[in-house]
């Protein structure tokens, strides 16, 4: 449980473990893991547990960043809060309701571009109101206003092909943010573009989550764009069966500026302190999962 984790917290508990912070024993999640579990059938039958037992509460207006070994289970944990996987065991809950289906209160970002080619950048923003059944010319003005926000004001009439990958993911976090979702999922967003452009969409994702605070889970396998991010820091063991291993607070003052964070010493002490841990499920995967 996530509180007892907190309880173990409190004693000193398990190596590599640090206080949640106050919000694991509050109510009202976003969204909350009890106990999940998520396995897949694999060709012949055989079953592969991917997650084992993960709670995991993220509270409205936090920043939860999800660190982990690639292939450890962070983007199955992010598809259980989206309600796109069913848990073999346990419970998904949404703003203290149990989930059943896809997580309506949800917003997604994912590494791939998930744009129309055949819309404008314009077209792609607007598209994202039609489920609500916004009139066009409201939907186009929101639209227009959204792309303004994320800097692409002049490039509303722009194809994705003749946008750079930055610019494609401006059109993503807008088409995104413009239905307003309470919950944030974003799986590795920002994985393919370079460091550069993941430093400014980082400041950028900041400066929008600040305006409006919605709960955030933010998958990364990059512990620097974690901490930098994030309000707390959750990670995921090797899998198989992954395990949550460590939880830890990032108390650096807000708001950050995530090229500039790096460099202060509570930033780096930090880092070392939660790649302690990281480190030895990295060590694992490489090696073929837990011993
Ligand atoms: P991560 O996002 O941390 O890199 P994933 O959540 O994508 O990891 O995958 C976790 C584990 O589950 C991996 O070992 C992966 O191979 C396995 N897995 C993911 N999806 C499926 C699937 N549909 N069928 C079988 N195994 C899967
Ligand atoms: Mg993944």
Redesign the pocket.
């Known amino acids: 449980m996530v509180g007892q984790r907190a309880a173990e917290g409190r004693k000193g508990g398990r190596a590599g473990m640090r206080l949640v912070g106050g919000t694991a024993l509050a109510h009202g999640e976003a969204v909350r893991l009890d106990g999940v579990s998520?396995a897949?059938?694999?060709k012949g039958g055989k079953r592969?547990v991917?997650?084992e037992g993960i709670d995991l509460a993220v509270m409205p207006g936090e920043f939860v960043a999800v660190v982990?070994?690639?292939?450890?289970?962070?983007?199955?944990?992010?598809?259980a809060a989206a309600g796109l996987l069913k848990p073999a065991s346990g419970s998904v809950t949404v703003f203290s309701s149990a989930l059943s289906g896809l997580n309506a209160r949800a917003g997604y970002l994912f590494q791939a571009d998930a744009l129309m080619p055949w819309k404008t950048a314009l077209d792609n923003v607007a598209v994202a109101l039609e489920p609500q059944g916004v009139p066009r010319a409201e939907a186009l003005a929101r639209a227009r206003d959204w792309l303004a926000k994320v800097g692409l004001a002049t490039f509303t009439d722009r194809y994705p092909h003749m946008l750079s990958g930055g610019q494609r993911k401006r059109v993503a976090l807008a088409q995104m943010l413009i239905r307003d979702p309470e919950i944030l999922l974003m799986?590795?967003p920002f994985g393919p573009l370079d460091a550069q452009t993941r430093q400014i969409m980082g400041n950028l994702l900041l400066d929008l989550w600040a305006a409006n605070r919605k709960a955030v889970m933010f998958?990364t396998?990059d512990l620097e764009e974690a901490i930098a991010l994030a309000d707390r820091v959750v990670v995921?063991s090797a899998?198989?069966a992954?395990k949550i291993v460590g939880e830890f607070k990032v108390d650096l003052a807000r708001p950050r500026d995530i090229s500039e964070i790096r460099l202060e010493p509570q930033f780096h002490a930090l880092y070392k302190e939660i790649w302690s841990c990281l480190r030895v499920e990295v060590s694992r995967a490489y090696a073929g999962g837990p011993a």
């Open positions: 998520i897949f059938t694999l592969y991917a997650v982990g070994p690639t292939g450890s289970g962070k983007s199955t944990l992010l598809n799986d590795e998958v396998h995921l899998g198989p992954a």
